[in-house]
Every structure is written in C-alpha cells, then in structure tokens.
C-alpha cells in the first residue's frame, strides 16, 4: 500500500464544544415551558369548569359544561403539536448542556 504523499496526518485533537447563542437558549426555554403551561392551563380550566356546571343546577349551567368539554377537546386535539415543541425545546436544551 502507498502513504499519502505531501500531507501530513491528522492529529487525534478532540472538536471544540459549540457554543450556542443567548438567543437559542432562550428559544429553547420557550418551547420547553410554552406546552407544559398551556396543558397544565387547559386542564384546571376544564375542571374549573366541570366543577362549576356540577356546583349549579340550573338549566344555564350545563354549558359550562360542555365547553370544559371543548377546552379538554382542543387539548387533545394540540397534544402533538404542543408535544413537538416539548420534545424540540428538551433536545435544545440538552445540546446547550453539553
């Protein structure tokens, strides 16, 4: 076999850390936090709500009701969206760590 001719080898340096910027981190802060505050939100509101259509027994009160229905709903229906940008803010996290 022949040696390369001309260049030398490459040493066994380790790569330099990356530095992130304050920005960057503070992105990650807030697609860490954002999804974590919107469902904890969403589910005291819609058990306030259950609990204030359950507390009242007039006719006026069901529709409490159904909108913590709806407030649960549109939980349900965001969690893949606001479990993305859970997932995403965690591993921007991470990378600012190490």
Do not use: C, K, Q
């Amino acid at each position: 076999m022949r040696e390369p001719v001309g260049y030398p080898s490459r040493p066994n340096v380790p790569s330099a850390r990356r530095v992130y910027s304050r920005r960057y981190r503070a992105w990650a802060h807030v697609l860490l936090w954002t999804p974590i505050a919107l469902t904890v939100a969403g589910v005291v509101l819609g058990l306030g709500l259950f609990a204030a259509a359950d507390a009242d027994p007039t006719y006026g009160s069901s529709a409490l009701g159904y909108l913590g229905v709806v407030v649960w709903g549109a939980l349900a229906v965001l969690s893949p969206v606001l479990l993305g940008s859970f997932i995403a803010g965690l591993v921007m996290l991470i990378r600012t760590r190490n």
